[in-house]
């Protein structure tokens, strides 16, 4: 795959799905799928949703004009169709999380039973691990964590999108200093990065659409796949680069189920305490907000490339690094518990 015909992916998805996004807002707001303000959330007027729908069809459109049909990606055609149904349901009136999250298993489980993607196994830090019998579970669980850990982060104009766009990019660099820009996982991730920046021209704060629950599990759904696809054909060396990208999700997706445990609440409960909410706690704007999670991203993700097509060691030890400044952060925050209430909990009357 030449840089041309990459530029050309790019450039297709990109100036489609910004052209047809306004089209999708129009419709959003005519059958009443709007994002209505509450306590809860950080806009102040209705938005659209089903923004989702305009990166997806994107990623059509860039199937047909340069993908070719196969096994995976008809498995990945088929769980992409059942995932966006699911998200446009909920986008339009809400359904129950068990129902949303048996959309999500269903969309996740053809990728390994009839596409054959399977997390067999991994190595990290001198360590092996082989799934065996358990492979394709373990792959169904790591299709739905990435899918939910896209879901939860998307709380600002731009954050999912932003974040993904990232990801598809880093990927997109590792492939082609490698030379290894030919597989299924590298024309998913160029097609992507067109389709996603084309909605982020539109969902940048101050937002005209929201991407809803069609787009932030559709974007969960095919990064996961990406990373499946990549360690397979070794686009990836290590299955560690791309948790490392998802570092910020899912680490604000962990301490999201620990924070609720520790308050007693259950797993699936909304609240305003996600790494962004810190943030913007400390008078950050909205804006300032996503440009501070993208650049922590994107050291994360420069780490990911010195890690691949550099110095390992350096790489490692810039993980490292960027993890504890986070931690450190997260432990100063009241993302875990209301620091106030601990300082009263351990305090002693004279």
């Known amino acids: 795959m030449g840089l041309k015909e990459i530029l050309l992916m ?12 306004p089209i999708v807002g129009k419709i959003a707001t005519h059958i009443g799928a709007l994002d209505i303000p509450n306590e809860r959330k950080v806009h102040k007027k209705p938005i659209p949703r089903l923004g989702g729908l305009g990166i997806y069809f994107g990623f059509l459109l860039g199937y047909i004009l340069f993908g070719k049909e196969s096994l995976q990606m008809n498995s990945i055609l088929i769980g992409s169709f059942i995932i966006i149904i699911t998200g446009v349901i909920d986008d339009i009136s809400p359904i129950p999380a068990k129902y949303k999250f048996m959309g999500q298993l269903a969309g996740a489980a053809v990728v390994p039973l009839y596409g054959g993607i399977v997390l067999q196994d991994i190595s990290a830090f ?82 005209k659409i929201f991407m809803g629950d069609s787009g932030s599990m559709f974007l969960g759904y095919i990064i996961s796949v990406i990373a499946l696809l990549g360690f397979k054909n070794v686009t990836l060396t290590s299955f560690i680069v791309p948790l490392m990208l998802l570092a910020i999700p899912i680490l604000d997706t ?14 699936s409960a909304p609240d305003k305490n996600h790494l962004h909410h810190q ?39 810039i993980y490292s690094v960027l993890l504890i400044i986070v931690l450190i952060f997260i432990f100063n925050t009241n993302i875990l518990w209301d620091r106030s209430k601990k300082k009263k909990l351990f305090s002693f009357k004279k």
């Open 10 to 21: 790019i450039g297709t998805t990109f100036l489609f799905t910004v052209l047809f996004i």
């Open 126 to 207: 001198g360590i092996y691990i082989n799934f065996g019998m358990l492979s394709v579970p373990v792959t169904i669980l790591f299709i739905v964590s990435v899918i939910n850990c896209i879901n939860l982060i998307d709380g600002l104009d731009g954050l999912a999108g932003g974040l993904s766009s990232i990801y598809f990019l880093t990927i997109g660099i590792i492939a082609l200093a490698i030379n290894n820009a030919n597989g299924l996982d590298i024309l998913l991730t160029f097609i992507m990065l067109g389709s996603t920046l084309g909605f982020l021209w539109h969902n940048f704060n101050p937002a």
């Open 254 to 267: 962990l301490l999201a189920i620990l924070r609720r445990l520790i308050n007693h609440k259950p797993i």
């Open 279 to 317: 943030l913007l706690n400390m008078k950050f704007s909205q804006r300032k907000t996503v440009l501070i999670i993208y650049a922590v991203d994107i050291l994360f993700a420069v780490a990911s490339i010195i890690y691949i097509i550099g110095d390992f060691t350096q790489g490692l030890i």
